[in-house]
């Protein structure tokens, strides 16, 4: 049985549902009474949780100005899937070779959570249902350091991913792509898999491009 979570993790939870789901958008004060007051907590919980996100990269404090969530510039996001695009594929030819049927079984579920959650416009089931998919393919590469970074790099992305998937064509494409990486995946076909991760990554940035520059 999962033990209860602490206030600050119960804090936590909630800030990075909020950034998740787009209620706290990159650049946006965060206004830490009104959140205190909102979740029934003290400042000091709320304090500690934003000092974890701070050292996620997912939210920036400037003195006399307080905590707002980080916004990527278009150098920023770029070289973040960059980072990506080389550890999450040396992931993926590694684990494609150790893939069992119970490591394709816990893809195929997380898939399936994405489509509900796609299905009923849950914007927030749909990504921690998508983060559940990918890191499903990259774990039985055996390979926890670089996978710590590699989360890390999906940590600073969370707000922007909230607005990728805001729009129903990006979330068909999503459930599209997801549907081919699974079959690479089940052909223990490494060339296609990290073709396709990487033309599935080259999709989000694509759209991401234009809405940072806006």
């Keep these: 049985m999962r033990r209860p979570p602490t206030t600050q993790e ?19 004060p965060i206004r830490q009474d009104g959140i205190a007051q909102r979740l029934g907590v003290s400042r000091v919980p709320l304090r500690e949780a934003l000092k974890t996100l701070e050292a996620e990269g997912q939210v920036i404090y400037q003195p006399h ?11 920023d996001l770029l070289e973040v899937y ?11 030819r590694v684990a494609v070779d150790r893939f069992t049927e119970t490591d394709l079984t816990r ?14 416009g849950d914007l927030v089931a749909m990504i921690a249902a998508n983060r559940r998919f990918h890191f499903a393919l ?8 670089l996978l710590r970074v590699v989360r890390t790099l ?14 129903e064509p990006n979330r068909a494409r999503v459930r599209a792509e997801h549907a081919e990486i699974i ?18 990554r080259e999709h989000a940035v694509q759209d991401l491009r234009e809405t940072i520059a806006e």
């Design 138 to 145: 990259l774990e039985p590469a055996g390979m926890p350091r």
């Design 107 to 120: 893809v195929a579920d997380a898939q399936q959570d994405v489509e509900r959650a796609a299905e009923r």
């Design 10 to 28: 119960f804090v936590l939870d909630e800030l990075r549902r909020s950034i998740s789901a787009g209620e706290l958008a990159p650049g946006q």
């Design 154 to 167: 999906w940590d600073t992305t969370d707000a922007y991913r909230a607005v990728y998937y805001n729009a």
């Design 82 to 92: 960059r980072m990506r695009e080389l550890l999450e594929g040396e992931a993926a």
């Design 65 to 75: 100005r307080g905590y707002s969530v980080a916004e990527l510039s278009l150098s």
């Design 183 to 200: 079959r690479a995946a089940r052909d223990r076909d490494g060339e296609e898999l990290t073709r396709l991760l990487g033309q599935h």
